[in-house]
Antibody, heavy 124, light 109 residues
Framework: EVQLVESGGGVVQPGGSLRLSCAGSGFPFGIYWMTWVRQAPGKGLEWVANIKKDGGEKYYVDSVGGRFTISRDNAQKLVFLEMNGLRAEDTAVYFC?????????????????WGQGTTVTVSS | SYELTQSPSVSVSPGQTARITCSGDALSNKYAYWYRQQKSGQAPVLVI????KRPSGIPERFSGSNSETLAALTISGAQVEDEGDYYC???????????FGGGTKLTVL
């Protein structure tokens, strides 16, 4: 079964840090871009960050640039989101998702698998 | 920063056609994706990818189109179980920065 499972959420004070993890299984993790998106309470979905299959390219939404870092460990089939300088407005459910995939000969549309989410609450 | 614009809500009766639109300048040469979220905080479900392709398991009544700067999700013969929030998703011109539309709440009753 193709699956993504997030962990690492919790309650943190403003200015604090958290590291979210996302474990992939059931698919060739290392050929896919990976994505983090979030949803604040009562709000819509917001793209947060992307990382290329080899980790060589990373992109962030403006509001988290310089504070959040996306990384991956393909051997362990994990993608991470290191969050520093957390603010109240970062409070949200964070989802990881599978992006597009590429291997030597094929393209895989992806964009189809998301984890169940992990909740981050930034509050004093 | 790049934005995708969706109308906040659409309401139809069961069996009618629901059309949800998404506008954005880069849609003229970037794919649109559509997700349904039946409850806030739940994982989004892909219903259309690459403008008009339907993932396995998604009913045939779901279809998509993308023309110039307007993408559309059409549900032909909407059913009560189709209710939820629908989000379009695409990239800016660089292809590197992704964005969701604000979401459209579909009501079928």
């Amino acid at each position: 079964e193709v699956q993504l499972v997030e962990s690492g959420g919790g309650v943190v004070q403003p200015g604090g840090s958290l590291r979210l993890s996302c474990a992939g299984s059931g698919f060739p993790f290392g050929i896919y871009w990976m994505t983090w998106v979030r949803q604040a309470p009562g709000k819509g979905l917001e793209w947060v960050a992307n990382i290329k299959k080899d980790g060589g390219e990373k992109y962030y939404v403006d509001s988290v640039g310089g504070r959040f870092t996306i990384s991956r460990d393909n051997a362990q089939k994990l993608v991470f989101l290191e969050m520093n300088g957390l603010r109240a407005e970062d409070t949200a459910v964070y989802f990881c998702g599978r992006g597009r995939g590429y291997d030597a000969t094929n393209y895989y549309p992806g964009m189809d698998v998301w984890g169940q989410g992990t909740t981050v609450t930034v509050s004093s | 920063s790049y934005e995708l614009t969706q109308s906040p809500s659409v309401s139809v009766s069961p069996g009618q056609t629901a059309r949800i639109t998404c506008s954005g300048d880069a849609l003229s040469n970037k794919y649109a994706y559509w997700y349904r979220q039946q409850k806030s905080g739940q994982a989004p479900v892909l219903v259309i990818y690459e403008d008009s392709k339907r993932p396995s398991g998604i009913p045939e009544r779901f279809s998509g189109s993308n023309s110039e700067t307007l993408a559309a999700l059409t549900i032909s013969g909407a059913q009560v179980e189709d209710e939820g929030d629908y989000y379009c998703y695409s990239t800016d011109y660089t292809g590197n920065y992704w964005v969701f539309g604000g979401g459209t709440k579909l009501t079928v009753l």
